[in-house]
Nanobody
Framework: QVRLVESGGGLVEAGGSLRLSCIAS????????MGWYRQAPGKERELVAT???????TYGGSVLGRFTVSRDIAKNTVYLQMNRLKPEDTAVYYC??????????????WGQGTQVTVSS
């Protein structure tokens, strides 16, 4: 069974920084894409940043230049460094991975989410 566990969320003042981590565990064969989405109250879930295995990362327009996504392939981990945070970045941040296991083909998995709150 695959699990994605996020950590690093919390409360920070506007202009501050946070670093999120997400570790995938289970009988994982390959993770082709891993990244972050977020959902604010009353809004749809949106892309924050994803990092494919061999391609350049993709960022949502509102975080470009402030957030950086990176992966540790050997550790099945994805990170999100968030700088110059704004109150509008307040949301639940979800880890997402597109992966295969030794018993199943590729599909999408989600973590439980971690709350990020930015105070003005």
């Amino acid at each position: 069974q695959v699990r994605l566990v996020e950590s690093g969320g919390g409360l920070v003042e506007a202009g501050g920084s946070l670093r999120l981590s997400c570790i995938a565990s289970g009988s994982i064969r390959q993770i082709t894409n891993m990244g972050w989405y977020r959902q604010a109250p009353g809004k749809e879930r949106e892309l924050v940043a994803t990092k494919p295995l061999t391609l350049d990362p993709t960022y949502g327009g509102s975080v470009l230049g402030r957030f950086t996504v990176s992966r540790d392939i050997a550790k099945n981990t994805v990170y999100l460094q968030m700088n110059r945070l704004k109150p509008e970045d307040t949301a639940v941040y979800y880890c997402r991975a597109f992966l295969s296991t030794y018993s199943a083909d590729f599909k999408t998995y989600w973590g439980q989410g971690t709350q990020v709150t930015v105070s003005s």
